[in-house]
């Protein structure tokens, strides 16, 4: 927990993806120790958790304006 507050500081609060694996990470340890209920990752904000575009990171044009 204390590894997942340090990312979101270090990221300003964004929806960063290493923050989300640690999250995920937790949530997956809580479950594992019965400390609660068994869930899939989808039902609790997870989805299909894509590289790249595919999980809605967009990818940034470079400075010169050409599609990248």
């Known amino acids: 927990m204390a590894g997942y507050?340090?990312?979101l500081k270090k990221v300003r609060g964004t929806?960063?993806?290493e923050c989300r694996m640690l999250a995920k990470a937790y949530l997956q340890c809580r479950m594992d120790h019965n400390l609660m209920a068994k869930d899939?990752?989808?039902n609790l904000g997870f989805g299909d958790e894509k590289q790249g575009s595919e999980a809605g990171i967009e990818e940034k044009a470079p400075a010169d304006?050409?599609?990248p």
């Open 5 to 7: 507050l340090a990312c």
């Open 15 to 17: 929806n960063d993806p």
């Open 40 to 42: 899939e990752f989808k």
């Open 65 to 67: 304006g050409s599609k």
